[in-house]
């Protein structure tokens, strides 16, 4: 399936409800389950992920088939080596392509019981869940902050707590943090001094949640409101004081000339007039999941830019550099890697505004978001555009709201 995007007028105005923020949603089933509370969490995200997520945790099947959600394979790789009975993780062919030798190399030093069906270092798991005895754990901080995630968030149930030493530099810092703000929420208590980080064996508290929208799923509205001429879009459920790491987007949208005002539990924002930086230069190491909403913006506003903080974009749903670099190609632009984890742009364009370009997304929900907003400035197709419901599912029904035009077209 194929949409076909067109929007006759450049303003944009509306109020949009967001969907829950996921990151949030999975950290507290993980913690919910290792609770055994009763309690409801409110807002749950709806988004597959987090779908995903519930049924593993819930359903009791020993076979679980987690698709494209590497989320949930890193967390329910920690979860289910400290819980009774055999279990096999697996997923989509992407998703055995993904490593997690470094997670599971960790798990096994506590005394887990993990073995790979298939490749060496990557999925599907078999595992079978035992009492795990904590300690001490070495961990690179340049890996996946999930693999940091999934650890901590069994740590209090570990014989003895744990102490994990981060080595070199910590990329996604605030997804670190959000994972131990949620579990001091939680009822656990924890330190982190330098590079160590010590959980001591401890009970999580039963408690009530409701969760915030995704600050990321708010990006390709501020992407969408600086491509407009004018516009005021209002995202419900956002808080400027948020856990999330991706609520950075007002400070940086300011060099667009979008101004966000918080209003009780909604973030107004609103562009007059028109306003782009002659370049960009923005280091993306806190953000990851914002990068390709802002790498697209700026090829459309022809701003040259030179991003960095992006080495984990290639073991994402896809390899997101070259999704990129491929697709914004069919606008005219050779966006370079200088060096690995950068991605740079001179604002040349090669190509005419001719044809109708159709983007392809990779199998990944996030080229779709992205891409989307380009259809503010001329008509566009989006191959697979159903991939949006790993975090956005009701995205194009707000798209319509909003007046964008959407039309299927069968393969």
């Not at 939680?186 to 001094?193: A, P, Q, Y």
């Not at 306003?275 to 280091?283: A, F, H, N, Y």
């Amino acid at each position: 399936m194929k949409y076909l995007l067109s929007k006759q007028d450049k303003n944009l105005n509306g109020t949009i409800s967001l969907p829950s923020s996921k990151s949030i949603s999975n950290r507290l089933l993980i913690m919910h389950a290792l609770s055994n509370s009763d309690q409801t969490i409110e807002n749950l995200s709806t988004s597959d992920d987090t779908k995903v997520m519930q049924k593993a945790l819930f359903e009791k099947s020993n076979v679980i088939n987690i698709g494209h959600a590497g989320t949930a394979m890193r967390f329910l790789t920690a979860y289910f080596s400290i819980m009774p009975g055999e279990r096999i993780i697996t997923g989509s062919e992407r998703m055995k392509q993904r490593p997690i030798k470094i997670l599971v190399d960790a798990l096994r030093s506590l005394g887990a019981d993990i073995k790979y069906i298939e490749n060496e270092g990557f999925p599907p798991l078999k595992i079978k869940g035992k009492n795990l005895k904590g300690g001490e754990l070495k961990l690179n901080g340049g890996v996946s902050s999930q693999y940091i995630s999934a650890l901590l968030m069994i740590a209090p149930i570990l014989k003895g707590g744990l102490t994990l030493h981060l080595t070199g530099n910590i990329i996604s810092r605030s997804y670190i943090e959000l994972t131990l703000k949620l579990m001091q929420q939680s009822g656990i208590s924890w330190s982190w001094e330098g590079s160590d980080i010590h959980i001591n064996e401890q009970n999580y508290n039963s408690k009530r949640f409701f969760v915030e929208s995704d600050w990321t799923a708010a990006s390709y509205w501020y992407e969408m409101l600086s491509l407009s001429k004018r516009g005021r879009i209002t995202l419900k459920n956002l808080h400027s004081e948020s856990l999330q790491g991706d609520c950075i987007l007002p400070s940086w949208f300011k060099v667009f000339n979008i101004k966000s005002k918080f209003k009780g539990d909604d973030v107004i924002i609103e562009k007059t007039d028109s306003l782009i930086p002659s370049q960009l230069k923005l280091d993306f190491k806190e953000n990851p999941d914002i990068a390709q909403t802002m790498v697209v913006l700026c090829v459309l506003e022809n701003i040259p830019f030179h991003f960095s903080g992006l080495k984990t974009l290639k073991i994402k749903e896809t390899d997101r550099i070259f999704a990129l670099k491929t697709e914004l190609a069919k606008l005219g632009a050779n966006i370079t890697e200088p060096e690995n984890g950068e991605l740079k742009w001179n604002g040349s364009l090669s190509l005419k505004k001719d044809s109708i370009p159709c983007f392809s997304t990779y199998s990944d929900h996030r080229m779709a978001l992205s891409f989307s907003p380009v259809a503010i400035n001329r008509d566009i197709i989006i191959d697979s555009p159903e991939v949006v419901t790993k975090s956005y599912p009701l995205f194009y029904n707000d798209l319509k709201k909003t007046g964008f035009i959407i039309k299927k077209i069968e393969n």
